[in-house]
């Protein structure tokens, strides 16, 4: 179907208003009005205006695709975690079971409340400590 109007003229595919008509149970002007809309071939001002105040107007950040910045957790230090790391560190040092007389031994704390490293002369280890939680009641 041929559509004139203002000096324009559109082909409108037959068997697409009669699935706009179908669909949406529109008269045949309605159905070339919803065509000429969503090609984008005619402007409606009303709709035009309440989509602008739509996005400027508590659309909020989703629906405008941004996002905010996500903040770091902040944990709070567990002191039985760190003593309990530092002591482990020393016990490591300073004990001769872990190492023979002259064998070094070298220690480092990479994590101060979870994780040990350390050396027996050429070999590496680490230990790590892990708290669980409160079992679900």
């Not at 905010?68 to 530092?86: G, H, N, Q, S």
């Not at 101060?112 to 708290?131: H, N, P, S, W, Y």
């Amino acid at each position: 179907m041929k559509y004139t109007k203002d000096g324009k003229t559109v082909n409108i595919p037959d068997a697409e208003l009669r699935r706009l008509q179908k669909t949406l149970d529109l008269t045949v002007a309605e159905a070339v009005e919803v065509y000429l809309s969503d090609e984008g071939i005619e402007v409606d001002e009303e709709v035009t205006e309440l989509t602008a105040k739509a996005k400027t107007a508590g659309a909020g950040a989703k629906a405008l695709g941004e996002r905010k910045e996500r903040k770091a957790p902040v944990r709070k230090p567990d002191e039985l975690k760190r003593t309990l790391i530092a002591a482990l560190a020393e016990f490591l040092e300073t004990n001769e079971l872990c190492a023979p007389e002259g064998t070094p031994v070298g220690v480092e704390i990479t994590n101060i409340e979870r994780m040990i490293a350390f050396e027996v002369g050429d070999e590496k280890f680490e230990v790590t400590l892990t708290k669980k939680r409160a079992p679900k009641k």
